[in-house]
């Protein structure tokens, strides 16, 4: 159960209600994970930021974001994350056997992308930290220093939202992801 109560846009601080009503309109709801963020103006308007930064400056495509947020959502333990990003991938072409396995990181449908998630999984389990065989194979699969680098604000945004939700127990309002 949440610890803090989830706002609506009507309950929202005013700092944050036109942001949180953007976000509801977005998915069609409130999303617990929003409702709960937006009782601190900085926390809502930081995932904010941080989701435009990427979307306005970042690579990967929507495949590949919702790649690396499985992977960190699995490494760090968060239902929430998993779930909301396993919705999220199927979206963006993924299928839910791909979705497993990468949060297992058994992927094997495109050693490309399997590359660059194992960085992410060893970045994730190891507070930044990959090993150097890790970085050459990435760089070999095809992925540039630039794309690379980009991943850490990737593993941040999505730490960001794990930490949140395991900070305030965010109560899950999708539907689950499927066990491993």
């Avoid at 700092?15 to 809502?44: T, Y």
């Avoid at 850490?152 to 960001?160: E, P, Q």
Wanted: with cysteine; charged share 20%.
């Amino acid at each position: 159960m949440t610890r803090i109560t989830v706002h609506t846009t009507d309950t929202a601080p005013e700092a944050v209600r036109p942001e949180l009503g953007a976000l509801a309109q977005q998915f069609g709801k409130v999303l617990n994970i929003h409702g709960a963020m937006a009782h601190s103006p900085v926390v809502l308007h930081t995932y904010i930021a941080f989701q435009q930064v990427i979307g306005d400056y970042g690579t990967f495509d929507s495949r590949t974001r919702e790649a690396i947020a499985l992977v960190v959502g699995n490494v760090d333990e968060c239902t929430y994350c998993q779930s909301a990003h396993t919705i999220s991938a199927k979206a963006a072409g993924l299928s839910e056997d791909q979705t497993i396995a990468i949060r297992e990181g058994t992927v094997d449908f495109e050693a490309k992308l399997a590359a660059l998630l194992d960085l992410a999984r060893q970045s994730t389990a190891n507070k930044g930290a990959v090993k150097d065989d890790a970085w050459q194979t990435a760089l070999d699969a095809g992925w540039t220093d630039a794309e690379l680098t980009e991943l850490s604000a990737h593993i941040a945004l999505n730490l960001f939202t794990n930490y949140f939700n395991h900070l305030v127990e965010t109560d899950l309002d999708l539907p689950a992801a499927p066990g491993l």
